[in-house]
């Protein structure tokens, strides 16, 4: 999505478009009546947005969310369910339609109000003015790690405590008592006094009738059942024993597949195609021609795959053939020169007076870093089902934006938005690429002009060379230390500025900082990529800081905490994981090396110690060690679960990967050329959690950042090299450097 800010979006939005604060009277009203043809069936009452419940008492959370491995379906199902007393024996989840009356406002009332709650008074005006505002963007995203903290705070808490509001309003009414005579639990409304008990389920209907409370008593979190507990996850069962239905499960009647090539380079255009052997080939049905990609239509996906490589398809490839990895690091190094020089750079951070505190420094220490282009390299491939009939757009995929693949695919073939349906099924992993609707708008318009149904499936070749990757950066630094070894002053400028805007900021107390970048623009297409430029400035960062630790012959995780004292939340993580990684305990072996790294992101905090040993060249990791402060952990599983996922993640890329451009093309392909990290490599990860009391943060982005950085500065403790370029893959390691008197502590600065 380009230069494209979530945050920044949201409040341009609101605050410019939809006029929040002067009440325009965009009010949503009761809309369970408006909503409850989407997502109830006859035995099924919705009482408001989020929860319906049946006529056998079950209660189904509806979320808007997608389910990619992160467990949140679950997760926001947990909080309203512990909100309502629901029995969570007997709570679903239903993900909530593609359709505008579920754009996700609490999505956006998360990013601009955090954890605040609004007055009562204006309740309705601002969830209305969201509302608004994110039918207008068409945005139902997964992502950012934002769902606990947006949906769940601002829609599935306040839904099931009004949800337990109104049944016990209904109770009391049918009763003939008072409110305050009545309690609930496990999804049944109770009367002390009497004993009597009766389900949820025979109060629904008249709860129902009611507007729903816009600002219900929320419960303290000593009176949670659920929150904070590990409870069951609802997708884990049908995962395991193969009922969990992907995209590219689906299948319809008559249905076709299709396979599908773009211009290997960016922006290329189709000029030509001789289609003649691949018309020919078995099976094949047609030959699709798009603006920019070329499609063949078969009775089978291998049979669409095989004719497609008998096509002769010419490019116009718009000047970007000569593009390279190196002339595009030439253009960062350049860009970067020339705003160093010429004062036009832009302002990130700027603090006191870096320059004359490096200018009296005792020692001044300069690096530049750089990290490649990155693949998102989903377990399952891009899909998507399309079926057009009798006036409607029948779409089966998954997707992190579903209300925006809607719209992207209607504008794409002409249909009005409400005869566009999107089947959203689980998804095999998203990372931030199935945010963008690409691969679903090449399915609708190949079935469009193939006039069969249609399933397009993108090879991983495709995938590989075709994707919106995590960017390419370089960052330069410079920082001076005093006599004491204390950094003074802290320079930091790099390519580009994407999201979130907080990524290069550092959390040490350094009195004088300067951060700023300049804009670098390349032909390769770049979008969300797990944890964001986290990912690039928590490598850069958290690198930079080991060298000045080192430089000033002091201990890393020392220096550290020294520099955090007025960051107590971030101190405690930090500590906590020096202290489970037994930091103070030398590590045996001259070829074994300690690294720490710290990270604060999506409103989590994440400390991560790392054991290598490198022999002949070869990193092994023996043990990385994860502490995290997640505010509050919702599900504390869930959260272990998710630092694991992300640590792998970060492995993968800080060992092996690298997307790489020659002459204007992706150069890998497949896993042959593009490594992951097998199971044999994942070490043994240890998770402590954290519930420090602050805002609840994120938890399937927060564990990537800090991997790279913690494994590349045990590199250094075990090796002396220090690494500054990622992958880690392309570095000899079959050396040593000698001057290095410990394996976890710092030597005396160096000449």
Known sequence: MGKWSRRALLTSGVLGG??????????????????????????ETLINAWVKIGSDNIVTAVVPHAEMGQGIHSTLAQMLADEMDADWRYVQTLEAPAHEEYANYALGKGFILGDSRVPAILSDTVDGAFLSLMQTINMQLTGGSASVRTTGLHAMRVAGAAARQMLMGAAAEAWKVSTNELHTEDSHVMHSATGRSEPYSNFVTAAASNKPPSNPKLKKASQYRLMGTSVRRGDIEPKTNGLAKFGIDAVVPGMKYAAVMRSPVFGGRLMSVNK????????????????????????????????LKQLDVSWDNLGNADSSSQSIFFQFSKDLDEASTGNNAKDDVVVGDVDAALGEADRVIESEYRVPYLAHATMEPLNCTVWIHDGLCEVWTGSQNPLGARADIAEAIGFEPNNVEIHNGFLGGGFGRRAYSDYAVQAAKVSLIAGVPVKLIWSREEDVRQDRYRPAATSRFRAGLDSKGQPVGWINLYVDKHDPAEAPHIPYAIDNQRIQYV????????????????????????????????????????????????????????????????????????????????????????????????????????????????????????????????????LTAALYGEISISNGAVSQSNFHDYEMVRIDQVPDIETHVINGGGPIGGAGEPGTPAVAPALANAIFSATGTRIRQLPIKNYDLTFRIEERASKRKAPLPLG
Request: glycine share 8%; with cysteine; charged share 20%.
């Open 18 to 43: 939809s006029a929040l604060l002067v009440g325009i009277g965009l009010r949503p009203g009761h809309r369970a009546p408006k909503l409850s043809p989407l997502v109830a069936d006859s035995d």
């Open 519 to 650: 804009l670098s623009p390349t032909h390769v297409p770049f979008g969300f990529w797990r944890s964001v430029d986290h990912s690039q400035h928590g490598f850069f960062t958290e690198s930079f800081v080991d060298e000045l630790a080192w430089a000033a012959g002091k201990d890393p995780f020392e220096f550290r905490r020294e520099l955090l004292s007025n960051q107590p939340r971030l101190k405690a993580v930090l500590e906590l994981a020096a202290e489970k990684s037994d930091w103070d305990n030398e590590l045996l072996g001259s070829n074994r090396g300690r690294g720490i790294a710290l990270q604060h992101s999506f409103g989590s905090i994440v400390a991560q110690v790392i054991d290598v040993t490198v022999e002949s060249g070869i990193v092994s990791i023996d043990r990385i060690v994860c502490a995290v402060d997640t505010g509050f952990a919702i599900n504390p599983d869930g959260v272990r679960a998710q630092m694991e996922s992300g640590i792998v993640y970060g």
């Open 276 to 307: 003649a052997a691949a018309e020919a080939a078995p099976g094949v049905v047609r030959v699709v021609e798009l603006d920019n990609a070329v499609a063949v239509v078969a009775d089978g996906y291998w049979q669409a795959s095989q004719a």
